[in-house]
């Protein structure tokens, strides 16, 4: 059971590095960076697919979880407390290293907080408020669930769009690199863009092994069981609405997590990225990909985010995720990756548990 | 020794008493059957004892612990296991899985161990795999294992809701009519099955309609009517039972 498992996991990392490599031989480089951006939206649809596929429930507003992420670690990255770097609190975080002293842009002295401790924050109070709107939330059952994660994503929306602090239309730019090595750090900087795509891309495999990991356990089944015949998996013992919370918090800091280092390799982040738009745009990939299926999610969420962000929807982008999402429903409800496609990735992925009849 | 006592249970729907102040006790390892024509509050009931109903008053108290309104989860993990009526299988997952959901009560991993992985939580996994495949082997449908649990055959699907049911390990399992749409050889494989899960010490406690299964397996009887209880007793005294009579009087068993 466990070689098939890491083989998918194998064929993944791969693929990545046969790709980087093509697009170096084929002197089309820059692709690079769409793909960087593509495996950091992939994150996204990654927990979406969790939270969807597995334990059954949907969330239109999951783009507000990625804006908590990314506007929380701009905010904090480019604060300016030199002002008040001689307060006690002020010069203690400094001496600690949660504070940093840098240079902005026209040589001035910034005193901000350091992209660690800003990413800490940001994916804690995404947990703590995926915690808080999902206990009540999550309650909730079909429409009544889909209309109130509707109505969470338009308050993220909101609220940054209408908040100085948060730069309001024009969103926060001048965020700066979010060191990871010596030399090495998430940017925008081309001279950093196959580093770059390679950690984007080496998140993305660990988010994959972590889920693909988790929908083989004993939580994985349970929130089939939950996602099959809710009753019944109440009266196996499985704490549904435990279940259904934690699955929703893991899947908002998997999106959080997209938002901070996103926000470091754009070097910014405005409010679309937190609009009904985008939000539809990850349900919509999750739907076309096949929601009972991990790798197929992936697999549209690169072609998909990669034709996007090449511009090859040019300006009727938001318009093909919306006509992707109603065919869909119509014509493919398990999406397209087509049953047989997906029995051979499944016997791949050991997704139906084909083999281990032999343990080893 | 009473395992379960359910004591002046009432429910009442809107307008309709669906349960009215009933009583009895279960005896630790006998099979007691609830019995009572359409409507007589029987499911009603199941779902009082399980969780999956607050009542309106009484209470219900098992292993000299009282359970009435709890949650079914919590319920679950005390030792007291239930199947439905209409069979709950879990949809898009194999005979096995379901089945191995039924240890759920009986393994710890959690979120971090499962995304994790680590060696200590495999050794779980293959415990429950291990567990569920006795399950199944016990009640003889190990082959099934690999099959999509929707796709198989009525009865075939209700023998692994019973193999889910048992791999929790209950004290007592709740069984919701299970020879409902069974022919009669199947109804006789039920039936033994009933006293083997017996004779492991589980406490069986059994809503049926077929009135051959009841007589032949139950220590004891109940018998619901318009949601009181109007005899409680082994089976010749039930049977002979003048209220008995008279409520399924020209009534057909199933």
Redesign the interface.
Known sequence: MKTSRFTPILTLSATVVVIQLLTLASGKAFYLTQLTMTAYYSLIVIGLCLLMGFAGQISLGHAGFFAIGGYTSAVLTTLNLSALKDAPLVSLLARLGVLTARQDLYGGQILSVHPWAACGVALALAFLIAWAIGIPVLKLKGHYLAMATLGFGTIIYSIVLGTQRFGAADGISSVPPFPLLPGVSVSGDSSQRITNYYFAWLLVTAAMLLVVNLINSRVGRALRAIHGAEDASSAMGIDTGRYKLHTFMLSAVLAATAGVFLTHYNGGIGPSEASIMKSVRYVAIVAVGGMGSIWGTLIMSVVLNFFSLRGYFGSFDDAVFGGILILIMLFAPDGIIGADLRRMIGKITNYKHRSSNKSQ | MSILEVKNISKRFGGLQAVKDVSFSVERGAIKAVIGPNGAGKTTLFNLL???LPPDSGSVVYQDRPIQGK???EI??RGL??T?QHI???????A???V???C??R?R???L?????LPA??R???A??DRALEMMAFIGIEGL??SEATSLSYGQQRSVELA??LA?GPAILLLDEPAAGLNMRETADVAKLISKVRDLGITVLIVEHDMQLVMDISDEIVVLSYGEKIADGVPRAVQSDPEVVRVYLGEDDA
Do not use: W
């Open positions: 399980s969780g999956f949650r079914p989860d679950a993990h296991s239930r439905f709950r299988l879990f949809a898009r997952m194999t096995l899985e379901n191995m959901v039924g759920h009560v393994s991993a959690g979120f161990a499962g995304m994790l992985n939580t495999q779980e996994d293959l429950i795999r294992a690999q889910r049911a929790s």
